[in-house]
């Protein structure tokens, strides 16, 4: 199993040096950034018995208090706002502009729950046989969090805000090609006035993933899992998590789709394909995947979506003027061009892009891909890159099957000019979140997560913050 984790989880940037050393490496430029040393064994052990000492003293103190760091969190996000984001920038190669606005969403996320956590916690008083009876959200202990490198500060805290207000502790294991980010956010928890050692970041050298994190999730201080990855790594994982009878949130990937119906403003529809789906130049988990469409605006659709994308400004990550950045590592760039390839291969039509970019990095020109079917690479897996596959249906209802032929179940969309009639045939859809007449988002105030093959749990809004706790029963007699 450990080998199976080590595969699923690594989100490995480069082959580590011969002594082990983690290496960052900047995807615009190929240069070497930064070498980070891996914890040993030893401080490992002692970050995991850091976290649950302060754990269980700061897990008997009220809500109130426990949630008060965040809106110093929030503050020191917003005034270290361009600091972060360069780092984002470097290690994994978004647009600033993106960068910046993660680093805004953070804050907005933490100062969300210091507002809301009292509420979302308070016991529930139910009238029973009892004198007194009610329910209650204890904290569970120390969470282990395995996270991604496309998010590397957003898919942090929107774990560790709710998990670090409902009184748990946390040990995040971050993609080795974000170590910077990982090693800012325990500074930035810290410098907010949480506990020493309550968060803290291990770095792991790629070779030894799997060996730790199987070793993390049995051992008897770690209370729970959360994992944001693919569905390789979500299912070693949940098999070490169910092995150790714990509790695990999994988000994982997904091949949402985007169903166009007849009456939808198609000018409108192609802008947002083209800012949702090449945005972190596609590296999005929740990016409309399969773009599908009737018949009858099929044609005029995909000549807006192929003029919207071939108007995007491919560059310099650290250019504000720039709206797609390169690859965040060699890999997906090769997994990316067999995608492409096998399915032009299958059938599909390449209407543009579809290739490296003859210059330093990891880049690949924007690509729409027309005609794409089912059975066809691109229809049956997750693409992560700057891609969007188009797939015409007969009418609205072969659509909703097609959008429904896939395995996964994070998100999905539909456009037209009736919200009513999007909303009816959103229901039929299967996913964790529906989104009508909008881009799907992550939004602090509703609960996140998917189904089927999208994994399960939920983050944010008051379900994220009850996820990590003991729904415990009390029941008193006269």
Request: charged content about 25%; some cysteine; aromatic content about 6%.
């Amino acid at each position: 199993m450990a080998n199976v984790i080590l595969d699923a989880v690594t989100g490995i940037q480069d082959v580590p040096t011969a002594a082990g050393e983690i290496r960052v490496i900047d995807p615009a430029r190929l240069e070497e950034i930064a070498r980070y040393e891996p914890h040993t064994d030893e401080q490992i052990e002692l970050a995991l018995e850091q976290a649950h000492a302060a754990q269980r003293r700061w897990s008997e103190l009220p809500v109130e208090t426990r949630s008060a760091p965040l809106r110093e969190a929030a503050r020191i996000l917003r005034e270290r706002r361009d600091e972060y984001a360069e780092l984002m920038v470097r290690e994994m190669g978004k647009p600033i502009g993106e960068a910046r606005a993660e680093i805004e969403k953070c804050a907005t996320g933490c100062g969300y729950y210091a507002e809301n956590a009292v509420r979302f916690l308070a016991e529930r008083v139910i009238e029973s046989t009892a004198q007194r009876s009610w329910a209650a959200y204890e904290p569970l202990g120390v969470v282990l969090a395995i996270m991604p490198w496309n998010f590397p500060f957003w898919q942090a805290l929107r774990f560790a805000a709710p998990a670090l207000a409902a009184g748990n502790g946390a040990l995040l294991k971050h993609a080795p090609n974000v170590s910077g980010c990982a090693l800012a956010v325990e500074a930035l928890f810290a410098q907010a006035g949480f506990p020493e050692g309550l968060f803290r970041s291990i770095l792991v050298a790629p070779a030894r993933v799997g060996e730790v994190t199987e070793r993390l999730i049995a051992d008897p201080r770690i209370a729970a899992v959360t994992l944001t990855g693919s569905e390789r790594a979500g299912m070693a994982v949940a098999a070490a998590a169910g092995r150790a009878l714990k509790k695990s949130v999994l988000e994982l990937g997904g091949s949402d789709p985007l169903v166009v119906l007849e009456d939808a403003d198609l000018p409108t529809v192609a802008a947002a394909i083209a800012k949702s789906r090449y945005m972190n130049a596609g590296q999005v988990c929740i990016a409309p995947k399969r773009v599908i469409a009737p018949a009858a605006v099929y044609d005029e659709l995909e000549r807006l979506v192929v003029e919207a994308v071939e108007a995007l400004t491919v560059g310099d990550p650290l250019d504000a003027a720039t709206q797609v950045g390169p690859l965040a590592r060699e890999d997906l760039l090769e997994n990316l061009e067999r995608q492409i390839e096998a399915t032009v291969g299958e059938g599909a039509r390449l209407l543009t892009g579809g290739r490296r970019l003859d210059r330093p990095g990891h880049y690949f020109a924007p690509t729409v891909l027309g005609d794409v079917r089912p059975g066809m690479t691109a229809f049956a897996e997750e693409t992560f890159g700057p891609v969007a596959a188009l797939v015409r249906a007969a009418d609205e209802d072969e659509a909703i099957e097609l959008a429904n032929d896939t395995p996964y179940g994070l998100a999905a969309s539909v456009w037209t000019g009736d919200p009513r009639r999007g909303l009816e045939a959103g229901r039929r859809l299967r996913s964790g979140a529906l989104f009508v007449n909008g881009v799907v988002a992550s939004d602090p105030r509703l609960p996140f997560g998917g189904t089927r093959r999208s994994g399960y749990g939920r983050e944010l809004s008051e379900e994220g913050i009850r996820e990590f706790t003991n729904l415990r029963t009390y029941w008193v007699g006269s």
